[in-house]
């Protein structure tokens, strides 16, 4: 017989190497044909509810890391809180009408205006369906855990229908009407945008000084005096109809370059630097309020512009008098409202002059800037012009610059609820405090909300209008085009003729002769999803309104979280959600968002092929998500080293417990050790932290740090270290080794079920190789926290004697650095301790050379004094000194014994006696070399 054949050397089939990427998706296959996510909610029926409300992504292209940061977050709170005592179904959700379908089709060759108009939608219907289906593979193989055959989709015909009804209970409370009023309008779209569609870029642009001479002063300014406005869009004055000045300023009448102009006392100075004037002479001052109803030549146009006063005048830039285009921006609309002019926007839906325009027919309105500037000068009407760079506003889908653009919209009226939405967002639980300022400040400022677009993917808006043009919107017709909806989809809107979409027999005084025409715009895809609270939470028997939490983008705060408060207050009167979670973008090692176009785009599909899918979702749980998160691959490469000293720590607690019967051979805990008592409490902290200050506050990282300080400080750098002299070297059944196996089971069991949210797939591949009754440890429940006798003294007793085995460490490796000597095992210590560490050792009663993983501790009278030699540390003096004797072949320690027992010359006494007792051959005849 050999000496390795008497160890308890431990065995388990649990491989080293993972191979994720092959080995995740056969585990996928098998619970895909168990149906888990079905057999979890059916144990959890009965249970209390906790919906998280799925934020639908948009259906086009692959997922993409931002998708996996989001979904796996959504999963994770998912799983814990259904392995939690909740049932917490999960209902995922896709966006599938708007622009970038359309432009998708378009660069397949598809041509939109010269094809029906039902069959282009069912063209965009098809290819949004393949994006799905596309998207919805990506995030099964990331280990989502959903009901993915019944997701919804915005374009299903059960979830239109509940738009309309939604639609149409908007218009029953008073919230919509049509108007013309100045919107943003994307060129490169045709189409109006909401606010949510905007995102800012730099550009350049010229910011000019323009005169318009006096016409009427009302006698208290000259007919050679000239208003001095400026504007950095030039292209906007053909539409100018007026100036604004405030009221209550003081304006100054100077004299400069032989002219009298009209500027702002307070900007003066400014404005003759910007302009170059070198001499000023300030003539008289009058007051903004005295200039009202004044008018003003138009510099090109034979037109007057009335001046008029306005509060949106300010004395941040410009001259104190500025340039009003009713047509082209809100604050001039106002204004122009109220001194009843025209709403002028001479420029069409692909952004070019109409005939409105005198002189600038069919030009793209940017390139009219130019010729724009080029008539005021030679009108003489141009005083100064430069450029500069400054931020712009662009439709977020097409990157192109948007415009103010007056044109008829259906509007939704926020004034007429926005305290109703500012109350409930008080009311919200916000995860992250600063979100609920961020949207209170949204809706407290955002203007009317135009829902109506001009194009043609997307749910109609269903308005019918009468012979005299009236709007028709009734909560009967309504009703009677969500029926149809519901039956045949949104084509049958543009397959049925207009009598059929109203209801039978219906008539309006509108429309003596029974002639009807129906609206041809479509809704703002904010309101499609927006619209998922009455499409979804309220519709789905498993779902709950409102929804319990909600986690998105911090994008979302002016999109879905807005659009769906707003929705939801409409007609509802509280808020959709009850809690909400925002997440950061995902950025590059710069700083930059990742993009396609930049090439810095991390693909989750890549990533799973590579290293597999339970490594994205380790780095989801090891980010802090709150704010943006950079991220490359040797982030994923360091979070693929710590999933590995994962597996390796629970590798080695399935090998050594391999022979352990958890019903038969544990050990109460009454029963063990100080040391693995002290393991089972620090276990049970574990339980604490992960559970309550991790998965109840969504806080991953929290989780994430947790387990691996778990692994690394409580298990691999202490406990599992000083193990491998029980569970190796005692005989197979001894208590010692059966206390220690005891906590390494109970660490496997709750270790894998609490990271069961996060590694999903290493959790089910463990849990294989356990004991216990669930067939699938996402089908098991959280652990709980336990309350063990004099844990709190236990454990002080415990930190303490940590604190003095810091102490041990430094003084070996000091040994070891003067070539004392080379393994600690090679080691005798002496301790001199004071009283209290006297105590200490008293109270723990542990074989401290097992613990230290030294050859023989000696623990001195308090009353010896230390030499010099030994190192002295805050309650005790440490001497390390080479063992005496021989090493043992079997336990690697260092006894003076080695050498003289008959036929086991090899071993210790220690190893001897447990040979003798359990292999009496080996201990008769010696063993083979």
Known sequence: MKIKETLQLGQ?????????????????????????????????EGKPSFVLHDGPPYANGNIHLGHALNKISKDIIVRSKSMSGFRSPFVPGWDTHGLPIEQALTKKGIKRKEMLQADYLSLCEEYAMEQVNTQREDFKRL????????????????????????????????????????????????????????????????SIFVAFNVKDGKGLLDNDTAFVIWTTTPWTLPANLGISVNADYIYNVIEADERKFVIAKELLNSVAEQIGWEDVKVLSEIKGADMELMTAQHPFYDRESLVMVGEHVTLEAGTGLVHTAPGHGDDDYQVGKKYNLDILSPVDGRGCYTDEAPGFEGIFYDKANPMVTELLEEKGALLKLEFFTHSYPHDWRTKKPVIYRATPQWFASIDKFRDNILEEVKKVDWVIPWGETRLYNMVRDRGDWVISRQ???????????????????????????????????????????????????????????????????????????????????????????????????????????????????????????????????????????????????I???????????????????????????????????????????????????????????????????????????????????????????????????TVYKAIVNFCTNDLS???LDFAKDVVYI????????????????????????????????????????????????????????QTYPNQETLTSEWASFMDLRDNVLKALEEARNEKLIGKSFEAKITLFPSEPTAALITALNANLAQLLIVSEVVVADNTATAPANAMSFDGVSILVEK???????????????????????????????????????????????
């Open 12 to 44: 388990t089939e649990f491989p080293m190497r993972g191979n994720l990427p092959t080995r995740e998706v056969e585990w996928q296959k098998e619970w895909a044909e168990k149906d888990l996510y079905a057999q979890r909610q059916k144990l959890n």
């Open 143 to 206: 280990g989502i855990s959903a009901d993915w055959e019944n997701p919804y989709i915005t374009l299903q015909k059960e979830y239109v229908a509940e738009q309309i009804r939604l639609f149409g209970k908007m218009a029953e409370n008073g919230y919509l009407y049509k108007g013309q009023k100045p919107v943003y309008w994307s060129p490169s779209s045709e189409s109006s945008l909401a606010e949510a569609e905007i995102e800012y870029q730099d550009v350049k642009s010229a």
């Open 730 to 785: 005692e005989a197979e059944d001894n208590y010692e080794r059966r206390c220690m196996q005891t906590v390494f089971y109970e660490t496997l069991v709750v270790m894998t079920k609490l990271m069961t949210p996060i590694l999903v797939h290493t959790s089910e591949e463990i849990w294989s190789h356990l004991k216990e009754e669930e067939e699938y440890v996402q089908l098991a429940e959280m652990p709980v926290a």
């Open 455 to 601: 194009r043609a993917w997307g749910v109609p808006l269903p308005i019918f209008y009468a012979e005299n043009e009236e709007p028709i919107l009734t909560s009967e017709t309504v009703e009677h085009v969500a029926q149809i909806f519901a039956e045949e989809g949104i084509n049958a809107w543009y397959n049925r003729d207009v009598k059929d979409l109203l209801p039978v027999g219906f008539t309006h005084p509108g429309s003596p002769n029974g002639t009807f025409t129906k609206e041809t715009d479509i809704m703002d895809v904010w309101f499609d999803s927006g619209s998922s609270h009455q499409a979804v939470l309220q519709q789905r028997e498993d779902l709950t309104f409102p929804a319990d939490l909600v986690l998105e983008g911090s994008d979302q705060y002016r999109g879905w979280f807005n659009s769906s408060i707003t929705t939801s207050v409409a007609i509802n009167g509280v808020a959709p959600y009850k809690q909400v979670l925002s997440q950061g973008f995902i950025m590059d090692q710069k700083g930059r968002k990742q993009s396609k176009s930049l090439g810095n785009t």
């Open 603 to 701: 693909e989750p599909n890549k990533v799973t092929k590579q290293m597999g899918a339970d490594i994205i979702r380790l780095w989801v749980a090891s980010v802090d998500a709150e704010s943006d998160v950079k991220v490359d691959m040797d982030n994923l490469n360091q979070v693929s080293e710590m999933y590995r000293k994962i597996r390796n720590t629970m590798r080695f607690l399935m090998a050594n417990s391999s022979d352990f019967d958890p019903k038969t051979m544990a050990v109460a805990y009454n029963d063990l050790r100080s040391v693995d008592k002290y393991l089972m409490v620090k276990l049970n902290d574990l339980i604490k932290t992960v559970r309550e200050a991790g998965y109840d506050k969504y806080s991953f990282p």
């Open 883 to 929: 063992a005496e004797g021989e090493v043992c072949k079997r336990c690697r320690a260092v006894k003076v014994e080695v050498g003289t027992i008959e036929n086991l010359p090899t071993l210790c006494e220690r190893c001897a006696d447990i040979v003798k007792e359990n292999y009496p051959e080996a201990a008769a005849e010696g063993f083979e070399d």
């Open 717 to 719: 750098a202490f406990y």
